[in-house]
């Protein structure tokens, strides 16, 4: 096996287009795409662990992909809540392999307020169970959200490099309070979707080692690689993973940092 290739692939999707779609969603799927299918994929790849990551598109419908993993230890699952929902069910949802809520707040006008009691609380209860916050948003909006989420005792997952806008990459603004956010020693950023940037991501890849360093990294797919499958492959984004951290006591310490953070 390539000594590239990691052993958790930390996001991708699973859908099928006749489940119900959030009224919000910016984007709608043009196909299925089911865990049997990515499960294959994995195995042709070597890739032994991965977490689905919940599609915004789906909102709070988390009942398909929770459904689809039961009882497959190889896979998690992050999830999209109300901040209310009640304890017990997300201890249900641990036992059946969620590890995480996810936040999908870009393009939202609107953005919550996460320094309130209800979203206090429901991050306590997530430290408390030991999930994590999974933070999709626009980079130049992360220093809204990031200094409630630090206060917090949770880990923070922030996807895609933290979205930092394309003009200023690594200097801008964004990218540099994402920077700052590794002091908690509780944040962590996902490698991934870097075709999504519209900047180049090896010099972000660089920087977030260089202050992070690869135990505050993970790597991610974003398999099936929704508006980009004409484009890209799953062997490319494991080659482009290999150039960000071309070191394999790097490429070691990030696959056991994710392990221990998706409780594989």
């Known amino acids: 096996m390539p000594d590239a290739m990691p052993i958790v692939d930390t996001h991708a999707h699973v859908f099928r287009r006749d489940l119900p779609m959030a009224p919000e969603a910016l984007t709608l799927p043009h196909h299925d795409f089911e865990l049997d299918e990515y499960e294959a994929i994995l195995d042709r790849h070597g890739v032994d662990f991965s977490c689905i990551a919940a599609p915004s598109f789906?909102?709070?419908?988390?009942?398909?992909?929770?459904?689809?993993?039961?009882?497959?230890?190889?896979?998690?699952?992050?999830?999209?809540?109300?901040?209310?929902?009640?304890?017990?069910?997300?201890?249900?949802?641990?036992?059946?392999?969620?590890?995480?809520?996810?936040?999908?707040?870009?393009?939202?006008?609107?953005?919550?307020?996460?320094?309130?009691?209800?979203?206090v609380r429901f991050l306590r209860r997530l430290a408390d169970i030991g999930w994590h916050v999974h933070l999709h948003i626009d980079g130049q909006r992360l220093p809204q959200v990031l200094p409630a989420l630090q206060a917090a005792p949770v880990n923070l997952v922030v996807d895609h490099f933290g979205r930092p806008d394309p003009a200023g990459a690594a200097q801008s603004a964004g990218f540099e309070a994402l920077l700052r956010a590794f002091d908690t020693g509780r944040t962590f950023v996902k490698l991934s979707g870097g075709f999504r940037l519209g900047c180049d991501p090896a010099p972000l890849a660089a920087r977030l080692r260089e202050v992070g360093g690869p135990d505050h990294l993970v790597w991610g797919s974003d398999c099936p690689f929704t508006d980009f499958a004409d484009k890209v492959t799953y062997q490319s984004v494991l080659d482009s993973y290999a150039g960000w951290v071309p070191v394999e006591a790097d490429r070691a310490r990030i696959n056991a940092a994710s392990r221990a953070l998706y409780r594989f």
């Open 58 to 119: 789906l909102g709070s419908y988390n009942d398909y992909t929770l459904a689809a993993i039961a009882d497959r230890r190889r896979f998690r699952t992050t999830v999209i809540l109300d901040p209310d929902t009640d304890p017990y069910i997300l201890r249900m949802m641990d036992r059946d392999g969620a590890v995480g809520v996810r936040l999908s707040l870009r393009n939202q006008k609107v953005l919550p307020d996460l320094a309130s009691y209800q979203w």
